[in-house]
Structure formats: structure tokens, C-alpha cells
């Protein structure tokens, strides 16, 4: 939940990062969001807790910096116990309604937690490399190619309907082209993941953008077949393996929702 009315001036809330066993217990120089960044503390109910630290209500949320420290707290946790990250802004007004929040969800939350119990997300994210796309594109549809040539050199204004035919072409190829790719990255990593999950392209030239779930024992063989599959397309996509991270993508049916 989040606090939608006027607040008196200096009052304050507790903000939510997730959700962890109740034996989970935050660094000492684990930092929170705000300026000056708040400290991380765990408010516990029966075998659940909450990671939570303490921001003003009218200060202003979403800076970069509060978004770096909510997934930083958020990672490290992944990489030492199971956790539920709850939605970024998430703000309650004090530990009592942290507590009712466990209580009224603890048996979803603890079977959620038993899910993601050694598992991490990694997502694999590509992007085409636009003058390499084109030129393959070009040289697998020769009606493109005939266009490329009809405008090549003369003027914008007077090839005008012709640029626009070509560029509707080649967005529909890359269009073609990202699912084919994504479908194989799937292929290629199943055998390593305990689960997937597509993610919209951030560009146009995105080649793939998709979220894993991975067991920990499988670490090691999921890397090295993401750097198989990158190799395999270098040239044409750059790759970019981010991870490991909190289950962002695989806990929407677990989440506290604002």
C-alpha cells in the first residue's frame, strides 16, 4: 500500500523492499532509499519478515539513486536466501502495518518463498547490430534490396513514399527476426532454467530480452551456454547477461500490490 493522503510535515513511514525468511538479517552497511539513505532493518511475523527502512512521506521517491539502492538490497539478499521483491514505492506507516501485511498473506508468502528457495533470475538481453541487420535483411529479401537501390543516392523528397515502403519493410523483418531469436535463446537455455519469461523490447533493434529463473546448482551450465549462443551470433547481436538478480519477472502472483 502506499500513502495517498496529505501527511503531516516530518512524518514518516516504513518503505517495503521484500520479503525473506524470518531468520534473514540485514547487514550493517546495508544502505536504503532517501537522502540520506535509511537504514535497512527486519520487521518479523511468525516465519516471515520484512525488509524495511524508514522515509519521509513527503520526501520525494524514484530517483535513480533510491532505484540503485532498492535492487542492490534486493540482489545481495537473492544471493544468500529466497526473496519476494516487493513493488518499488511500496510505503506503509509503521511496523504494526508491516505485521498485518504478513499476516494476511504469511501461507502465499512462505510457499513463495519455498519456490524461489536456490533459485536466481538472470536476463539475457541482445540487440542488433543495425548496419549488420540491414545488410542481412537486404540479402535475404530481394524486393528490399530493389527498393534500396531505387533510393540510394537520390534525393529524401523525391524518393519519399519508397524510404517510407523500405524502413515499413525492414522494422517488419527485425520484427521477424526478434522472434525467431527469442524462440531460439529459449531453446537454447531450457535445459539450464527452471523457468522463462519474455520481456517487452526495450528498442527497436533488440534482438532478445528474456528473464530465467535458474537453480543455483545450474549456475555454471547456464553461463556457459549463454556465452555459446552469444558467440554463435557475434557480429550481428551484442549480448549482455545481467545477473544474478532477485526474481523480479517470476513473483507477480506474490506481490504486494500498491
Known amino acids: 500500500m502506499t500513502t495517498q493522503e496529505a501527511e503531516p510535515s516530518g512524518a514518516t513511514g516504513l518503505f517495503i523492499y521484500g520479503i525473506v525468511p524470518s531468520d534473514v538479517e ?4 546495508a544502505e536504503g532509499v532517501g537522502d540520506p539513505p535509511g537504514e535497512v532493518t527486519a520487521v518479523r511475523h511468525g516465519d516471515l519478515a520484512a525488509l524495511v527502512s524508514e522515509v519521509g512521506l513527503e520526501e520525494p521517491m ?15 539478499t537473492a544471493a544468500v536466501a529466497p526473496v519476494l521483491p516487493v513493488r518499488f514505492g511500496t510505503v506503509v506507516t509503521g511496523q504494526d502495518a508491516v505485521a498485518e501485511l504478513l499476516e494476511a498473506h504469511h501461507d502465499r508468502f512462505a510457499a513463495a518463498l519455498d ?4 533459485r536466481l533470475q538472470y536476463t539475457v538481453h541482445g540487440r542488433f547490430d543495425e548496419e549488420e541487420m540491414i545488410s542481412d535483411f537486404l540479402t535475404e529479401n530481394s ?5 534500396a537501390e531505387q533510393v540510394r543516392g537520390r534525393q529524401e523528397a523525391e524518393t519519399r513514399e519508397k524510404r517510407i515502403r523500405l524502413g515499413e519493410m525492414i522494422s517488419q523483418g527485425v520484427e521477424l527476426r526478434r522472434e525467431a531469436e527469442n524462440r531460439a535463446l529459449i531453446e537454447a537455455l531450457t535445459p539450464y532454467a527452471v523457468a522463462h ?5 526495450s528498442s527497436e533493434l533488440d534482438a532478445m530480452n528474456v528473464a530465467f529463473l535458474v537453480a543455483t546448482d545450474d549456475e555454471e551450465d547456464f553461463v556457459r551456454a549463454v556465452e555459446d549462443f552469444a558467440e554463435q551470433r557475434r557480429g550481428l547481436v551484442r549480448m ?16 504486494l500490490v500498491a
Open 26 to 29: 540485514p547487514t550493517p552497511d
Open 240 to 255: 549482455r547477461l545481467l545477473g544474478p538478480l532477485a526474481p523480479y519477472d517470476f513473483v507477480s502472483a506474490h506481490q
Open 197 to 201: 519469461a519474455p520481456r517487452p523490447p
Open 62 to 76: 524514484g530517483r535513480p539513486a533510491d532505484l540503485s539502492a532498492y535492487q542492490t538490497l534486493l540482489d545481495g
Open 115 to 118: 519456490e524461489f528457495e536456490d
Open 143 to 147: 524486393a528490399a534490396a530493389a527498393l
